[in-house]
Every structure is written in structure tokens, then in C-alpha cells.
């Protein structure tokens, strides 16, 4: 399996298709942190909301780079299950990397500013932590909207860009305060809005993102696994 996603990844990097995703990720932080410096909790909250639609369409064209024979091949080579979660290995290894790269970029740009004394803002060490969490929920929930968007379960490409596009618009729209159905979506945006809070919401605020994520996550995965198997 570990194998079938290094290939996977290397097809994908050296094919060149990895190239308009990471040039809007380039453009995202630009208009993220070119606008001033902000606390590292805040800027990192927004940064995982923005980041969440291109880290999904990274898994889909990633996902949706092998050839359908190949992929078939690959299914009786290793097994439905090892096949699957190779893809999702290497998209998430993938969604990672680009999120350390936009987590270091406004370091480099005196992006983040410590917090004003007094102001209750949490501090730079704290913001951190909290921002690395809140871009991990970001990947995993990008990554399960990503292959639910692949070509191995829509067929074609303009339900999956379907998918991807109202997933991505969903996840903002019921993210908002007071939406009708906040729990249809990943919290993405739910934990932006917390860590740009103050005072700062305690540990069990975060640990219930975390939990929320992780049930959303589940129930897209099997949703996958089902409709793979199903149109396989």
C-alpha cells in the first residue's frame, strides 16, 4: 500500500498537474497575509478555511490522475481496501505538506504579530498549537470531500466538480452562525470563528470540533468505500 501511494504521489507531482492548485495556494496567503499582520490563532483559523476547497480539489486530481485500467489493475493487485487507501494515503500526505508550507509562509513575511497586552488574544505559542489543529481538521475533512468528488465514484467530470464546488460552498455557507444545519459539513469554518474569538474558548470547545470532525469524516469515508464498491 505504501507503495502504491508513493507512485501515486510521484505520477502526480511529475506529471505536472499538482501546479494550478499550488498556484492558488501561493495566491490564497498572498491575499490572506498581504493585508497586515494578525495574531497567529486568528490568521491560521482563516487560513485552514481558505485552504480547505483547494486542498479537496488537490485529492480529487490527484485521485483522479491514475487511468481507470490502471486503477482496476491496481484493485486486483493489492485489494479493493489496500488499493483505496492508498489514494487517500497519498492525498493526505500531499494536503499536509501544503499545509506546513502555508503555515510557515506568513513567518516569513512578518505575517504574525504577538497579541496586544491586555486584549485577552491568546498567545503566539497557543495560536500555533491551535492553528496546526485547525489545518489537520481542514486536511482530513478536505480530503474525505476530495475523494467523494473523485473520478472513481462520479465517473465523470462534471459531477465531481459538482461535488467539489458545492461541498466547498456548503462547508462556508452552513459554517455561518446560526446556520439551518451546521452538522451536514466539517466545522471548518466553526473553528475559525473560535480561534478568532476572545477570550479564547476552552480545551472541551476544541476537543468537540475535533470529535465532529471525525464523525463527518467516518460517515464520508464510508459513504466512499460504498459507492466505490458499488460502481467498481
Known sequence: MIALARMRLAGFLRGGRALAPLIAVLAVLSVIYGGGPSTAASAYGYSAVCLFPILAWLTKVLLDTEPDGQRHLARLAVGPFREGAAGLLAATVLALGVSVLAMATPWLFQGIRPPEPGSGE?????GVLLGMLAHLLAVVAAVALGALAGRAVTRRVLPGVAVLATGSILTIVFGLRDSIAPWLVPPVMATARELAA?????????AVLAAWTVAWCAVAAGLYARLRRSRS
Open 198 to 206: 476572545v477570550p479564547l474558548p476552552g480545551a472541551g470547545t476544541f
Open 122 to 126: 491568546p498567545p503566539t505559542p497557543a
